[in-house]
């Protein structure tokens, strides 16, 4: 069975940029989570999706965005990147009401 | 106040020795998990363990909800146990809305 997968595993932008990161759950997953963490920071829950609903977000500015489509993958937005934006970017998945979350390998985002 | 606090920050053992991680957490945390992330990122859910005591081979974990701490210990370490592990909780008085809070982190070598 595959697990989460992300793309790309790398990106770089430069300032102002606009940056899109994506996510494929595991087969059957219907939620989908999304985590930045910052150099020496803990992990900030930025989004959760569930059967393409928005059910909850951290506490980020609007220009963090997403969107979950009908095969529920997932998209993460992030527009007028700021420097403080680089950082790996983390993706879970899992079954609705289940505990247990699945992380893909994540998306390292270097703002320049 | 701080919602899920870890010690030690750090941990450099010798292969074979023995560990104990701790994580605090508040009132409004509950769910505790633990989690491996290894030096390339990648994040593995290691207990779901709200209360009581759990093993897995060489690992295990014990809760006491009521004092608000759980432990994660490592027997036999070895050096693939190398990384970063995590503790976190569910955000309780946002009801079900499945966001973790997370603490920082005890980052652990082990050495051969």
């Known amino acids: 069975e595959a697990g989460v997968t992300q793309s790309p595993t790398h990106l770089i932008k430069t300032r102002g940029q606009q940056a899109t990161l994506r996510c494929s759950p595991i087969s059957g997953h219907t939620s989908v989570y999304w985590y930045q963490q910052a150099l020496g920071l803990g992990l900030q829950f930025l989004l959760w999706y569930d059967e393409g609903e928005e059910r909850n977000r951290g506490n980020f500015p609007p220009r963090f965005s997403g969107r979950q489509f009908p095969n529920y993958s997932s998209e993460l937005n992030v527009n007028a990147l700021e420097l403080e934006d680089s950082a790996l970017y983390l993706c879970?998945?899992?079954?609705?009401?289940?505990?247990?979350?699945?992380f893909g390998p994540g998306t390292r985002l270097l703002v320049l | 106040g701080i919602q899920v606090e870890q010690s030690p920050p750090d941990l450099i053992l010798q292969e074979g020795a023995n560990s104990t991680l701790r994580c605090n957490f508040s009132?409004?945390?509950?769910?505790l998990q633990w989690f491996h992330q290894n030096p390339w990122g990648q994040l593995i859910n290691l207990f779901y363990?709200?209360?009581?005591?759990k093993q897995n081979g060489r690992l295990s974990a014990t809760t006491v909800a009521t004092e608000r701490y759980s432990l994660l210990y490592i027997s036999s370490s070895q050096t693939t146990d190398s990384g970063v592990y995590f503790c976190a909780g569910h955000d309780y008085n946002a009801g079900n809305n499945r966001k973790l809070i997370w603490g920082l982190g005890t980052s652990l070598a082990v050495n051969p």
């Open positions: 009132d409004s945390v509950n769910n």
């Open positions: 879970a998945s899992n079954f609705k009401g289940s505990e247990t979350q699945y």
């Open positions: 363990i709200p209360s009581g005591t």
